[in-house]
């Protein structure tokens, strides 16, 4: 009931080892950190030299980095839409770095076909999925694994979390020490609270038990294709299942929810 595999197909999920199939989902939080230091595999080298943000607008193909010479076509980046045109022929899986967006060190991946707009900040150790968007303004403070084909929306602020594939956080949200599963969308002003006003350890009620979680700072597990209504928060230590609907305006109360739950 508890285990990653409860919320969430792994099945194509690039980092399954982040989870173990007999512990509860949030252990992920205690291995994340040892998990990007292994497997985090930085391309953005060559840009740390021009200061923290970017002089000028650049694209990632194959490994090179393009400061002249390309045209850029605009589009839904998630769907592939997003067209980088040089000499005629579009390059296929290429990223793109706005002018004005700040990578913070140099221990951040951005993967194939992904785009990072103006004003989006990036601290590593960051992973980047492919075809995903870092909007304008968006905030991301370290420690976080994005999936493909995911949003970061205008100032949202993201930090020690997880984004499955195909989770959109788009607007004004906050992501603290959370895991968003597949095709996730949080509604504009959904935050994620992470900590307990009172200074004691996270704790989760399932089925009349209560689960210490070791953990002073938790947010929400989101299982796959769960929506969230706009300005909702989720109290410390909320887990909802599957295909669950937060109305907007709620507060979530900590605890387990199983698969199907409307929340209003």
Same mark, same amino acid.
């Given at each position: 009931?508890?285990?990653?595999?409860?919320?969430?197909?792994?099945?194509?999920?690039?980092?399954?080892?982040?989870?173990?199939?007999?512990e509860p989902v949030w252990k992920a939080f205690t291995r994340l950190k040892s998990y990007l230091s292994d497997v985090l595999q930085?391309?953005?080298?060559?840009?740390?030299?021009?200061?923290? $943000?970017? =002089?000028?607008? %650049? @694209? !990632?193909?194959?490994?090179? /980095? #393009?400061?002249? +010479?390309?045209?850029l076509r605009p589009g839904d980046a998630t769907k592939g839409n997003y067209? $980088?045109? =040089?000499?005629? %022929? @579009? !390059?296929?899986?290429?990223? /793109? #770095?706005?002018? +004005?967006a700040c990578l913070m060190d140099d221990n951040i991946f951005i993967g194939p076909g992904s785009v990072v707009e103006p004003g989006a900040l990036i601290k590593g150790p960051t992973i980047i999925g492919g075809s995903c968007e870092i909007r304008q303004g968006a905030y991301l403070r370290g420690h976080c694994l994005v999936g493909d084909r995911c949003v970061v929306g205008h100032t949202t602020e993201m930090?020690?979390?997880?984004?499955?594939?195909?989770?959109?956080?788009?607007?004004?949200?906050?992501?603290?020490?959370?895991?968003?599963?597949?095709?996730?969308?949080?509604?504009?002003?959904t935050k994620l609270a992470n900590l307990k006003i009172v200074?004691?350890?996270?704790?989760?009620?399932?089925?009349?038990?209560?689960?210490?979680?070791?953990?002073?700072?938790?947010?929400?597990?989101?299982?796959?294709?769960t929506e969230t209504g706009c300005n909702s928060v989720t109290n410390p230590g909320t887990l909802l299942g599957r295909r669950c609907l937060v109305y907007p305006g709620i507060s979530v109360r900590g605890g387990y929810y199983r698969d199907r739950s409307v929340i209003r």
């Open positions: 009931m508890l285990a990653a595999e409860d919320f969430f197909d792994l099945s194509d999920w690039a980092h399954p080892e982040l989870f173990t199939r007999k930085p391309n953005l080298p060559e840009l740390s030299h021009s200061g923290p $943000v970017l =002089q000028k607008t %650049v @694209v !990632l193909q194959q490994g090179e /980095v #393009l400061t002249s +010479g390309f045209e067209q $980088v045109i =040089q000499d005629g %022929v @579009v !390059l296929e899986e290429a990223s /793109v #770095l706005y002018a +004005g930090k020690h979390s997880v984004m499955l594939d195909g989770a959109k956080a788009g607007h004004f949200a906050y992501i603290g020490d959370s895991i968003l599963g597949n095709r996730t969308n949080l509604g504009a002003g200074p004691t350890q996270v704790s989760v009620k399932v089925n009349d038990k209560i689960h210490d979680t070791g953990l002073r700072k938790f947010g929400a597990i989101i299982g796959d294709d």
